[in-house]
């Protein structure tokens, strides 16, 4: 029988200095490559190597882990770019592209992959969101909410998107991920996934609690409007956020809290309020805010202490009376 043809081996594509900066002759051997591969593999479809040559000037700087670049990755594997954005990737072009801040590449991907591969999680639970909110990429954030993807899928700390939007500070970010994507006219639509913003990290934290440790009173005031809890307890000792604001001795954030209506006499799971907290850190300002706005001096913690016992024991001294700092308000807002 006649032995059959053996098909024909393509030349392997020579790898690329990754410090090598693309010039008009690299790309033109580039479109030349590509179209080249188009000949002998028709199936590669001229919509996908338009879409190469059209972002193939932001892709050629940009390497993945291994060293390859990523244009080189598209041409090496000879797999149209739909196949080779499968989910057998594990949506790794569109982790790549962000991390390595190529927008062009990453709303090229999201936008011809389904929402279920643009929710894949990499190595340390990272989706494509995560790591969008997290290098602060507006852009490709709006175009994985307009895909809908979900927003509250957990890292490997347990941070969502928003979580990370405000330990790093992010407001534009937090706003976005609180709003739906937008329509047309400029407006928004309803979020496609219901956002719990009661939702805690592994160390227990809720988006509140972070943005009250960062001081960060306009991600705070965003998070309450959008209904965040204000009373929220943290989940290893219930600390609420005017808790936290305390034993950060931040007095703008105990006093935005106590007029967004925080509630000043809230016990941890030891029992101490906010004035315990403020009485045994010696903080007589915070103290008389938190006594000016109604705390109770005489609520006991699991150890059978008031705010007054524990000013008792205080030894910095009050300029006026001679009494212990906190003690002196206190008795004052008793009179």
Known sequence: SRARESPRQLPEPRPLSTATKPSSWALGKTSQALWTYTSWRPGFGQCQIETLLHIGREVVPSCSREGSLLLSLA??????????????????????????????????????????????????????????????????????????VNRGLQDRNGNTPLHLACEQQHLQCAQQLLEGPATPDGTTQPCGHHQDLQLQNWQGLACLHISTLKGNIPMMSLLLESGANIDVREGTSGKTPLHLAVECHNHRAVQFLLRKGAFVDAQMYNGCTPLHLAVGRKDAAIAAILSHSGADTLLRNMENETAQDLADGNDDVSLCGGKPVALQVCQEVQE
């Open 75 to 148: 041409l090496g594997t000879y797999f149209s770019f739909s196949s080779l954005l499968s989910p057998l990737t594990p949506c790794r072009l569109v982790h790549l592209a962000i991390i390595h801040c190529v927008p062009a590449v990453a709303l090229c991907c999201i936008a011809q992959l389904p929402r279920e591969v643009l929710e894949i999680q990499n190595d340390l639970f990272q989706t494509p969101l995560h790591l969008a909110v997290y290098l602060e990429q507006p852009s490709v954030i709006q175009a994985l909410i307009h895909k809908g």
